[in-house]
């Protein structure tokens, strides 16, 4: 297998002390509200009705503040193995892990908001190098998005989707990998779907949890469950969406919350965990609390909540409604995640869907709510890509 470039350096996460000593004097002199009006017992998934209920968000501060060892998750950043090479101007960090297997197929997993490379990495060592033998090993590439976690943030616009993508199929030509699968959720799923779209000479094929169907289809057809998905979807947009128009219209206005104030970056993203995950009450009944503020202080220390909120200026409703995905596509559509494409409409842009599936459990963030489903899925449907694509 070719060699990675010179262009590409290995890079170690490393926080200072002071930074460290300054979250936890910001942790304890935080200014809290009064407790919200909508007040009920747990568990109950109301008492999330005006967002992040106080007493939860007091438990977390105080966790975070006296317990929570953020030198661990460095060092496991560290073990996997971190690298950084600039594209376009822009430094991309990236986590890489190969495959002791010869048979490897190289793989790119794209996060999204408000996740970052925390959401893959209890799954990278499982699928870079698998204890069964006979299932499918990866040389597995986790990208951080532009203006996330140790990547550079842009100074100017233009940093959308689309040129991620072109970005992503330089970084795995830079090591090595000219063909490659692709898999994403959320910003990773739409940025898998323009992979997959715009790069098939590159792209061998795409595993998504997100699809999206062109603009405009009728409802005809659907089954009574797909109708009550594209209801669903209608409501998130309608009622629960305030944080992404806010974000992809004003997202200034919200960074300076989220780059000066822990609690504030905590509550804007626990409030996600909360609604999005496949839980009844709390994301601590399939999350652990230390893996969401792994991925909250990894926004702190790196002071990239302004910047990771501009993918939504940068990207909101931009995907080109003409792309069309002829590579070979598996799709999971997770019961309780926020958009759940019927198939119908999905086969309009994924033109050679080799494997659909529809679990029983799981959100938004499969590979932190259920990773060893998400694992197993990934691996089938990576393989049905792989068998279409020889």
């Known amino acids: 297998m070719p060699r990675p470039t010179s262009d590409v350096h290995a890079f170690e996460a490393h926080a200072t002390d002071a930074d460290l000593d300054d979250l936890r004097a910001r942790l304890a002199a935080a200014r809290l509200p009064e407790t919200e009006t909508v007040y009920r017992a747990a568990p109950d998934p109301r008492r999330w009705d005006q967002g992040v209920p106080l007493a939860d968000l007091i438990d977390v501060v105080n966790y975070w503040r006296t317990e929570y060892n953020w030198r661990s998750f460095e060092e496991r950043l560290n073990r996997i193995g971190q690298f950084r090479t600039t ?6 960090h990236f986590l890489h892990r190969r495959s002791a297997r010869a048979d490897a197929t190289p793989l790119i997993l794209t996060h999204g908001w408000p996740d970052s490379i925390v959401r893959f990495i209890d799954v990278v060592d499982d699928l870079a190098n698998p204890k069964d033998e006979a299932a499918p090993a ?178 909101h ?17 997770y019961p309780r995640d926020v958009e759940k494409c019927p198939r119908p409409w999905a086969q309009e842009r994924y033109r050679q869907i080799v494997r659909w599936r529809s679990p029983e459990t799981g959100g938004h963030f499969p590979s932190l709510e259920v990773p060893e489903y998400f694992i197993a899925d990934l691996r089938e449907g990576l393989a049905a890509v792989l068998a279409a694509a020889r």
């Open 87 to 92: 594209i376009d101007g822009l430094g991309i």
């Open 138 to 315: 990866f040389h597995v590439v986790v990208p951080s998005l532009p203006g996330f976690g140790y990547s550079d943030k842009p100074a100017t616009t233009g940093w959308g989707t689309e040129k991620i993508a072109a970005a992503w199929v330089e970084l795995m030509g830079r090591l090595g990998y000219r063909e490659f699968v692709a898999h994403g959720g959320d910003w990773g799923g739409n940025i898998t779907t323009v992979l997959g779209g715009r790069f098939p000479a590159h792209v061998l094929g795409i595993h998504s949890t997100f699809a999206e169907a062109p603009p405009g289809l009728p409802t005809d057809g659907l089954t009574t469950v797909e109708r009550e998905w594209t209801e669903e979807t209608r409501d998130f947009w309608r009622h629960r969406a305030a944080y992404a128009k806010q974000q992809a219209t004003r997202p200034q206005t919200i960074g300076y919350s989220l780059v000066d104030s822990p609690v504030g970056l905590l509550a804007w993203i626990l409030d996600k965990f909360a609604e999005w995950t496949d839980t009844e009450d709390s994301p601590f009944e399939t999350i652990s609390i230390d893996r969401v503020l792994d991925d909250v202080t990894l926004y702190w220390l790196t002071r990239t909540g302004a910047s990771a909120a501009r993918i939504y200026y940068e990207s």
């Open 317 to 333: 409703n931009s995907l080109d409604p003409e792309l069309r995905v002829d590579v070979p596509s598996a799709l999971t559509m």
